[in-house]
């Protein structure tokens, strides 16, 4: 997704909008710009690529201000260009705006200004803003009324900050749907502090009174630790030495800032590679987290309605069938993008269990809303702080996976899966659905949990000898019964985002019903066999499919690994645990196997082609 930066006062605009882009250039982008006021005009240096070709830029078209507004962008309307890249500017060049999210009426907007004269430069719905607050600014000479009638002509979602000639001293900025942060400084009075180097990231300095906005926290962490969130229908007037926010009524309110303590050295790379790796290896230390953290205090509600996306989906379907089991609790679950626009049924006693990592996903955040409008209690499991999604639950479950930057979730999912079955277990024995006894053996299995994790980690040169001899199948299938069905797809959906080998994942009875057609020799089946009671079952499917010329690479608990030897080509044993636990110890080697397919293809593991770490966008 786009990132956005914005800095007045302290000290040279263009270092710190930099240092701010790369600090979020982990959500992944396409094209980078900047706009500084240099004292007399808005000095624009934008470009197609990365933040190097910027900088590149930069260094041979220098422009100096302590005012100054950045964007990377990641194309929604328009190819990413040198002319689509943010910021965007009015005909007269005296209005820049940068901004993130997708505006839905663009065309009838684009119509209209092209009927009263506007000529349009560029193919992006961001270029109508800038048009639109200078016609608005004309009629109102005021940058905030202007700001504030251009958002109400928008449809969609946004997060705009604006720069004026007219008001050199102030930036603006509006948020809906698409988070929005503010930095204040330590202020200690005006000057100048001595200008940033490229990269230089500043110590959190005595800061001569300066302002931030940024699109994720992590961007100012290096400047500053006092952050306002804005809300939806907030605009903020950001200056030097103050901030002020007008609510969606166009009230003035006091926002409280928040002191962020968390360090964005944990989200730095330590001593590996690529941040995958880097949370791949977490993962069990972030289960010890998660085992120790408070758990959710909410009324047992008699169904849930789970939405979320991608992977958080995949969990979502572990805990589906974790709730049954452990809990005797009904469920259902959505892919959020659908269940927005489903037919608006009352879900009163029901409550929406949202599952997401980044806390920003669009459309899972358009799902709960939906959900509450119908009547449902809204619970998030959630891992960043301050997100959108966690700020209207009605309550949270925190991941506690920390920071997670590469765009591929591995330590999310497995906080995800861990989060609900703490929770499945928690209403289990609130419920009496599971005996004193059985819940003394959960306690216990748990403990081991991290151990396990540990244990079921560490083949990483198997999973590089493995991705070698099948660096290039015909076809990749994972199958699975039970809750190998919902692991297989997270095996599926890491193979595919980090290495773009395509892979499909089924339930293992349903290759009878069409999918068993595609196999014959050279297709790769990796089959999850780590639900004991469901175990001959699999093996009938492994021999279906050998039969016809896969090649098999089971995956099982230790202690059934002489029966696997029987049917498939290849065992990777994980080990013995209970059933329900084994989810998230078969994760671990599919998305070890991913991460070696795709180094060895030479992709980008942390920052895959048209993929974002949270897609704050429909
Ligand atoms: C996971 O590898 C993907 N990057 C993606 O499917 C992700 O899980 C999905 O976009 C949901 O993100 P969230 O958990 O932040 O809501």
Avoid at 329 to 355: D, G, H, T
Wanted: hydrophobic letters at 45%.
């Amino acid at each position: 997704m786009c990132g956005i930066m914005g800095v007045i006062g302290g000290h040279d605009a263009v270092p710190a909008l930099i240092d701010g882009l790369q600090h979020l250039s982990y959500r992944g982008y396409d094209a980078a710009g900047v706009a500084v006021f240099n004292g007399e005009h808005i000095q624009i240096r934008k470009t197609a690529g990365s933040l190097d070709k910027l900088k590149t830029l930069l260094s041979g078209q220098p422009v100096r201000g302590d005012v100054g507004i950045g964007h990377t962008r990641w194309a929604t309307h328009g190819a990413p260009t040198d002319c689509n890249a943010h910021p965007h500017t009015d005909a007269r060049e005296r209005i820049a705006v940068v901004h993130n999210g997708i505006i839905e009426n663009e065309r009838a907007l684009r119509l209209q200004l092209a009927a009263e004269g506007v000529e349009f430069r560029s193919q992006t719905d961001t270029e109508v803003v800038a048009h639109l607050v200078a016609k608005y600014l004309k009629e109102t000479c005021d940058l905030h009324c202007a700001l504030r009638k251009a958002i109400e002509a928008i449809v969609g979602a946004y997060a705009l900050v604006v720069m004026s000639v007219d008001e050199p001293d102030r930036l603006y900025a509006a948020r809906k749907d698409s988070p929005l942060v503010i930095g204040l400084s330590a202020g200690t009075g005006r000057g100048q502090k001595a200008p940033l180097q490229f990269g230089e990231t500043g110590q959190s300095p005595a800061l001569n009174g300066a302002g931030y906005i940024a699109s994720d926290i992590p961007a100012l962490l290096p400047y500053t630790r006092e952050i306002i969130l804005l809300e939806d229908g907030d605009v903020a007037r950001v200056q030097r030495d103050s901030v002020t926010i007008w609510d969606r009524s166009d009230t003035i309110v006091l926002r409280e800032s928040k002191t962020i303590h968390w360090d964005q050295e944990a989200a730095d790379k330590g001593d590996h590679i690529t941040f995958m790796e880097k949370e791949m290896d977490e993962q069990p230390d972030a289960a010890a987290r998660l085992l120790e953290a408070p758990l959710l205090q909410a009324a047992i509600p008699e169904r849930v309605v789970f939405v979320a996306c991608g992977s958080a989906y995949h969990a979502a379907l572990i805990g589906r069938q974790y709730f049954a089991q452990l809990a005797g609790i009904p469920s259902e679950v959505e892919v959020a993008s659908e269940f927005r626009y489903e037919s608006p049924l009352p879900l009163n006693n029901a409550m929406c269990l949202a599952v997401s990592q980044s806390g920003e996903t669009a459309d899972t955040l358009a799902a709960m809303r939906q959900a509450k409008l119908r009547g449902a209690r809204a619970v998030a499991i959630v891992n960043v702080q301050d997100s959108s999604i966690a700020r209207e639950a009605d309550a949270v479950q925190w991941m506690h996976a920390g920071p997670e930057i590469a765009v591929a979730t591995t330590k999310g999912f497995t906080t995800q899966v861990l989060a609900l079955l703490r929770i499945a277990l928690e209403w289990g024995r609130r419920r009496e659905w599971l005996t004193a006894g059985a819940a003394r053996s959960w306690a216990n299995d748990l403990n081991k949990l991290p151990e396990l994790m540990r244990e079921a980690i560490a083949d990483t040169e198997r999973a590089r000898r493995f991705a070698t001899a099948h660096i290039a199948p015909r076809l990749v299938f994972f199958i699975g019964r039970g809750l190998d069905t919902p692991t297989a797809m997270e095996g599926a959906l890491k193979l595919k985002e980090i290495s773009y080998q395509h892979a499909a994942a089924y339930a293992a009875g349903e290759l009878k019903h069409g999918p068993i057609a595609l196999i014959e020799i050279d297709v790769l089946v990796i089959a999850l066999c780590t639900q004991r009671e469901l175990l001959p079952k699999t093996i009938s499917n492994i021999r279906e499919v050998k039969a016809r010329g896969a090649y098999v690479l089971a995956l099982c608990q230790r202690r059934d690994e002489a029966a696997l030897k029987q049917a498939a080509d290849e065992v990777w044993t994980l080990p013995d645990a209970p059933d329900a636990l084994m989810p998230l110890l078969a994760v671990l080697p599919l998305q070890r196997l991913a991460y070696e397919v795709a180094l060895l293809r030479g992709c980008s593991v942390d920052k895959p082609r048209n993929l974002a770490k949270s897609v704050t966008v429909e």
